[in-house]
């Protein structure tokens, strides 16, 4: 598996599949969920309120994932997580760490192959982007020597400069 911090808009990324940083209604919101949406269009909303109406009435529990297509994203698979609210009390790093690992283990389903992250909970839900780095670093390192296999390639794309240079310390590049 290989590693890519890259400082951008996810939704311009080339890969299989993009992380959302959504909330458990799975509506829609700001940051980099808003983002998403607009790029991909009125089917994604409506593909997520399908599985309202189905799999998932009470919506996305924090630390879970679940896949979309992308519809107009270059993207075939938006998957989407909720990451822990530090705002509402919500300061386990496990259930940090269960949004990449629940993230890794929907793409395998899937079979997609390029992965690219966001700073899960480093926006609005108030998490200090060096603890997300180092989460999201144990996650992915643990992952990739799982059995069963983990994507070829896993990004992290980040927003601001600050943030991409926390995340290339700490992955060390
Ligand atoms: N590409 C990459 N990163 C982005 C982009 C983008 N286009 N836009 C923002 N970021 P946030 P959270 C960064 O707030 O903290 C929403 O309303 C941003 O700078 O998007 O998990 C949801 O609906 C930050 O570093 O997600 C939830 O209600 C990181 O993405 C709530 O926000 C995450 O910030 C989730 O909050």
Redesign the pocket.
């Known amino acids: 598996m290989r590693i890519g911090i890259v400082q951008?808009?996810?939704?311009t990324r080339d890969v299989d599949a993009i992380v959302n940083?959504?909330?458990s209604s799975l509506l829609?919101?700001?940051?980099?969920?808003?983002?998403?949406h607009r790029a991909a269009g009125p089917e994604l909303l409506e593909a997520c309120r399908e599985l309202r109406r189905t799999t998932l009435p009470h919506g996305l529990p924090v630390g879970a994932a679940v896949a979309t297509p992308g519809f107009r994203l270059p993207v075939k698979w938006v998957i989407h997580t909720v990451?822990p609210?530090r705002h509402a009390g919500q300061t386990d790093p496990e259930l940090l760490s269960s949004c990449f690992r629940e993230s890794l283990a929907v793409a395998r389903e899937i079979g997609a192959k390029s992965v690219a992250f966001?700073?899960?909970?480093?926006?609005?839900?108030?998490?200090d982007?060096q603890e997300v780095a180092e989460v999201a670093f144990d996650a992915v390192s643990a992952y990739a020597d799982s059995p069963g296999g983990a994507p070829d390639l896993v990004e992290f794309?980040?927003?601001?400069e600050s943030?991409t240079a926390v995340f290339r310390s700490v992955f060390g590049g």
């Not at 966001?118 to 998490?127: D, L, N, V």
């Open positions: 951008g808009d996810i939704t940083a959504a909330n829609g919101g700001g940051g980099v969920d808003g983002a998403i990451g609210n966001p700073a899960i909970s480093a926006g609005i839900y108030g998490w982007a794309v980040l927003f601001s943030t």
